[in-house]
């Protein structure tokens, strides 16, 4: 007998049934919650009709299809038409310039000053002559004149709105004559559409939002800046699906008690990634800072020992910082490890290569780790930094100021060439240093450099030429 005459109520049932998805991590529940078990977020659960769209089985006949032309993958290519606004850690994060018809998301903290480069850019493009919309949902108009006058940026064309509604918003770009250049949207989090019909701020409400900016993008050629506000655990918050649809995402970083604030590129269609621009904020806005190394290494005691100087590299620039690091007896049972600026998972590893194959052990010492600057390192090839930093402090010995560190460590303990090599010494010659301790096997050992190189091979290298230049101070210290 066939199944489905044995259980036909069932069948018909299943048919009719919804199913309701999590719209941020697309896990099915079979009803409704106000929390998904799957990411844990709160009101991202919306009910579905699993039986539209592609692949939704039987229930609804299809539209006919329209093919479409298909075409060879070699041809010509259209250059991204970009709009620059002459600030060149902006332009640079961007790759050159926003592009016409491209989202980007401008993410960060509240407060990290993501309102003031936007406002900064605005009035710079409006300079050059384009046109370009602020739409903000987070402050007054006057609150927006405020800010506008301290930049300097009050005597230019921006044209300004406090609104949150989409529908509103796309009524007033379509109402304001030619379409904008730039357009930017402040928050994302404060849209709101009348068809959806969540609160705003909800996951849904995001979505449709900066979906309907999207279109708008695409549809006119405008480029759209939308800024998110990221969550504790550094997230945009809820909507993470955002970052997907847009073309671009800039991340704004920077410590709170520092004044530097750095823009990253995490995702870019029409680019490079792990771009920085690297700003300062001032009284006036946020100021470009051309030459970060000159910045990360401005205060620095060459004297003390336990810091190192790193040669690294973000994106296609070199970039100098200091790496500090504290050893000290421990008064604890188990010892403390605090790493500000750096992964700690990676302190724990150079710790124990050190202690392993070197023969220096830190079990009775405190170790503590920082990048100066409230710069963040995300390069292995900072590892030989760091080892150099806690050598140097566990043994109370200065590491000669003129000298850079790089190279990555295996958990052998050998010392493994990293890329860019040539580059990071140019930066390092060109700020004044005139050594540099770096991967033997270096594939590409630059020429029309004067300074002394030396390779290493592997971490107990390192610690002997450590331990041998305290021989050679006292040495000195002997003859005088
Ligand atoms: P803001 O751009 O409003 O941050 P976000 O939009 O990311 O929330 O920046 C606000 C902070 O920047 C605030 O703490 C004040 C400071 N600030 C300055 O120090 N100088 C300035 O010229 C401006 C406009 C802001
Ligand atoms: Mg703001």
Known sequence: MHRETLFPERVSVAK???????????TVHARWAGKCDGCGEWNTIVEEDPTGGIGGGPGKTPKKGRPVALTALSGEIEEAPRIQ??????????GGGFVRGSAILV???PGIGKSTVLMQAAAALARRGQKVIYVSGEEAVA??????QRLGADNTDVLLAAETNVEDILATLADSGKRPDLFIIDSIQTLWSDTADSAPGTVTQVRVGAQAMIRYAKQTGAAV?????????????????????????LYFEG??????????????????????GVFEMSDKGLREVSNPSELFLGERNEKSPGAAVFAGIEGTRPVLVEVQ???????LGTPRRAVVGWDSARLSMILAVLEAHCGVRFGQHDVYLNIAGGYRISEPAADLAVASALVSSLAGIALPADCVYFGEVSLSGAVRPVAQTAQRLKEAEKLGFTKAVLPAASPEMPKGLSGQWSGIESLPDLVARIAGSRRALQRDEDME
């Open 143 to 148: 609150q927006i004149r405020l800010r506008a």
């Open 325 to 331: 690091a504290l050893v000290a007896p421990t008064s």
């Open 85 to 94: 606004t002459g600030i060149s850690e902006l332009d640079r994060v961007t």
């Open 16 to 26: 009719a049934r919804t199913q309701f998805v999590c719209q941020n991590c697309g």
């Open 225 to 249: 800046v939308l800024v998110g506000h990221v969550t504790k655990d550094g997230q945009i918050a809820g909507p993470r699906v955002v970052e997907h649809m847009v073309d671009g995402v």
């Open 255 to 276: 410590d709170r008690g520092h004044h530097y604030r750095i823009l990253r590129t995490v995702k870019n269609r029409f680019g490079p990634t792990d771009e920085i």
């Open 107 to 109: 993410g960060g903290d």
